[in-house]
């Protein structure tokens, strides 16, 4: 159980458009969802919190006017990298916490690689 | 400020022997500390977590608040235990500060 999906994997974009990366929590209601980055060889950094029907909480330094976020029901969240350049390049994660005696916890995404050209 | 350390970026053994991936962290709140492990093109999965005090794959942590740490141990490594380990600890609103992450590799 508490599994979540993640789409698409991997994506190739031309610099300039928008990318969207979606997250959904298949078998649980998720009201908040994790929008992580990691870097090669580095860790997973948050950018932001997502929360069913309310705005996003961005970490300092995350421009949220690049990555919006939409978070419109308990089961989908969406990452959208608007304008991207090649320096957005990642790997973005995302994830969900879930209530579940003890088997609290988080559940993560399968990731997408990001490759912007 | 909230910090989660891992000051090994590679620790290999050879199988059978003992494993201690180290964590130490800084939270004035109540720490609430998991380890996650990232396999091969596999995504992060709970391997445990402080407060249930249980043993997963014969993984054990023990927190331990005076000296802020929550290492990870294995009595004897097991060739499949190679994989990518994070330390996180959960802070307010349930978000997740992350550890740099050690690579375990356990040669033959």
């Known amino acids: 159980g508490a599994v979540v999906s993640q789409h698409p994997s991997w994506v190739i974009c031309k610099s300039g458009t928008s990318v969207k990366i979606e997250c959904r929590s298949l078998?649980?209601?998720?009201?908040?969802m994790f929008w992580y980055r990691q870097f090669p060889k580095q860790s997973l950094m948050l950018m932001a919190t997502s929360n069913e029907g309310s705005k996003a909480t961005y970490e300092q330094g995350v421009e949220k006017d690049k990555f919006l976020i939409n978070h419109a029901s308990l089961t989908l969240s969406t990452l959208t990298v608007t304008s991207a350049h090649p320096e957005d390049s990642s790997f973005y994660i995302c994830?969900?916490?879930?209530?579940?005696?003890?088997?609290?916890?988080?559940?993560f995404g399968s990731g997408t690689r990001l490759t912007v050209v | 400020a909230q910090r989660v350390t891992q000051p090994e970026k590679l620790l290999s053994v050879f199988k059978g022997a003992p494993v201690e991936l180290k964590c130490n962290y800084s939270y004035s709140g109540s720490p609430e500390l998991f380890w996650y492990v990232q396999y091969s093109r596999q995504r992060l999965q709970l391997l445990l977590r402080h407060i249930s005090r249980e043993s997963i794959k014969g993984f054990t942590a023990d927190l331990n608040k005076g000296e802020t740490s929550f290492h990870l141990k294995k009595p004897f490594a097991q060739e499949e235990d190679s994989a990518m380990y994070y330390c996180a600890l959960s802070v307010e609103n349930d978000k997740l500060i992350f550890g740099t992450g050690t690579r375990l590799q356990v040669f033959p």
């Open positions: 994830s969900a916490s879930f209530l579940g005696g003890v088997s609290y916890g988080y559940t």
């Open positions: 078998d649980f209601q998720a009201t908040t």
